[in-house]
């Protein structure tokens, strides 16, 4: 049974007119009292069900998800989420559409960005590229009031008005952290596969990976990126030619995508010592990985949850109400093959989803 309202002020010790005040931004609450509240929020696993209240209101919402396309099976999974939530406009009254750019593409994006903003949407929810023409394209949709949601990847130079995604700099620490005692004694270089660094998730992964093994492995050399371009083909033959030239490299961070195009150059490695793999992602081929031992651990995001975050964000940026903060922050998962989640029988490359009898779709505590 998902936390009300009567557990926050219980939780925080208040009353309920003050819990209503705090989440609709009222005036009268003192801010010792407010922090209270919003900590209890935060411990409970409030989800404020936003639903109802659009209900009551019959207002439609008209939102545009720009992803980019391609053979990204992490990019796919989110677009499933996406459709899903096309799927549930009738109650969650919302008119979604779907605009594909090419990947790593800023002209494309910019382009799809001033489209967008010629018609007017409630809202905006974006898979960015770091480029100061897609900054000035992002801020051209918030100057006409047009709030926009960044997912996955972040636009910090922007007016953008939330990022749904994990802490991307914690994420690389973590992969590091992980690496480097995976590794324990052995030893030998650390390469590390991108898509591209023009997007601004995979550099921050990056500078947290190579902030953790400078500070605790620094006998462990991090080559430098290897950009896959989120193609296979292409991350498999790099990653083939980095292996046959450095066959002495004793692990590989797979900061972005190209899963599929690392798993089969780890097939074909000759014979020698094993490589230590962190990965992100969770989909059929890096679960499949994971169970044959050519991947140690997979870092992993729901795009479930960013798709449900990018929508509440935008309802509440157009109905001019609070954001609760709590509610948003997306976690990073660690899998191992021992912690390998239940798989729900599905042959597509998708995302792991947690079952709908854990998280109710409506109001779930994401």
Not at 67 to 72: C, K, M, S, V
Not at 204 to 222: N, Q, T, Y
Not at 233 to 253: D, Q, W
Not at 340 to 359: I, V
Request: glycine share 8%; aromatic share 4%.
């Amino acid at each position: 049974m998902r936390p009300t309202v009567h557990d926050i002020a219980a939780a925080a010790g208040v009353s309920l007119a003050t819990v209503d005040r705090v989440l609709n931004q009222r005036a009268g609450v003192r801010t010792v009292t407010r922090e209270k509240v919003e900590q209890a929020i935060e411990r409970i696993g409030y989800v404020r069900d936003v639903a109802a209240a659009n209900l009551a209101k019959s207002r439609i919402y008209p939102f545009v998800f720009i992803l980019p396309f391609g053979d990204n099976s992490f990019m796919r999974g989110l677009e499933a989420q996406v459709r899903a939530a096309i799927g549930r406009s009738a109650v969650e009254r919302t008119d979604i559409s779907i605009v594909s750019v090419p990947a790593f593409n800023a002209e494309a994006l910019v382009a799809a960005l001033d489209e967008a903003r010629a018609r007017s949407p409630a809202g905006v929810a974006v898979v960015a590229i770091d480029s100061p023409d897609v900054v000035a394209a992002v801020d051209r949709l918030r100057s006409d009031r047009i709030p926009v949601v960044t997912l996955v990847s972040d636009l910090a130079g922007s007016k953008r008005d939330h990022f749904a995604g994990v802490d991307n700099i914690a994420a690389g620490r973590t992969a590091a952290s992980l690496m480097g005692r995976f590794l324990g004694g052995r030893s030998g270089p650390v390469a590390v596969l991108a898509g591209s660094m023009l997007v601004r998730d995979h550099r921050e992964r990056l500078d947290g990976f190579c902030a953790v093994m400078k500070e605790s492995f620094a006998g462990h050399a991090v080559l430098p990126v290897i950009e896959g371009q989120d193609d296979p083909a292409l991350a498999e033959r790099l990653v083939g030619e980095a292996l046959a030239a450095s066959p002495e490299i004793a692990g590989i961070y797979s900061l972005g995508a190209g899963n599929r195009g690392l798993i089969a150059a780890l097939k074909h490695k000759s014979s020698g010592s094993p490589v230590c793999v962190i990965a992100h992602e969770l989909t059929q081929h890096t679960r499949a990985a994971l169970n044959d031992g050519l991947i140690d651990a997979v870092l992993n995001q729901d795009a479930g949850h960013e798709v449900r975050s990018a929508i509440r964000v935008l309802k509440a940026k157009a109905d001019g109400v609070a954001v609760i903060g709590a509610q948003e922050r997306i976690r990073i998962d660690i899998f191992l093959k021992d912690n390998l989640p239940f798989e729900e029988g599905s042959e597509t490359d998708a995302p792991f989803e947690r079952g709908s009898n854990q998280e109710p779709e409506q109001g779930r505590q994401d």
